[in-house]
């Protein structure tokens, strides 16, 4: 199956209103990043064991560890949860900037690291997550 009609089953399974709210930042990412590769990890692990929630990536950036091996990921991330929606900013080392930047500005909303999480995109200001996702989208290369 390709990654676009597994990114469009996804959204589809997600229930109403969050399946339009998804479909919106579906089409908020890709306007910001119009040409960018596009990713759909299952949640699964390579056993077949769930470790995640399934998750949209849009774009590319070359992780480096601590040992010098290198793992190419996305630079956002979207997915669905229990309570919401969590929108995924990679690639920014400063695990208290987000939060710092964004998390006054933004609504009703929980952010950590590198992870927004919200109910409704009627809780945030969609100005500010957009930004937020701006700044991951300049950040393609960091190292661990």
């Not at 400063?94 to 992870?115: H, I, N, P, Q, R």
Request: hydrophobic letters at 35%; charged letters at 25%.
């Amino acid at each position: 199956m390709k990654v676009q009609e597994e990114i469009s089953g996804y959204i589809a399974a997600q229930p109403e209103p969050k399946r339009h709210e998804m479909q919106q930042l579906h089409h908020m990412v890709l306007a910001l990043m119009p040409r960018c590769r596009l990713w759909f990890l299952d949640g699964k692990d390579e056993k077949g064991k769930i470790i995640s929630n399934p998750n949209i990536g849009y774009g590319s950036r070359i992780i480096t560890y601590a040992d010098g091996k290198t793992k190419e990921f996305y630079q956002i991330g979207l997915s669905a949860n229990t309570t919401g929606i969590s929108i995924y900013i990679m690639g920014i080392d400063d695990k208290k900037y987000m939060a710092e930047t964004f998390g006054k500005k933004l609504g009703k909303a929980s952010v950590t690291g590198y992870c927004i999480k919200f109910k409704t995109l009627a809780d945030i200001n969609i100005d500010v997550l957009s930004e937020a996702i701006r700044l991951g989208i300049e950040r393609k290369s960091v190292s661990h």
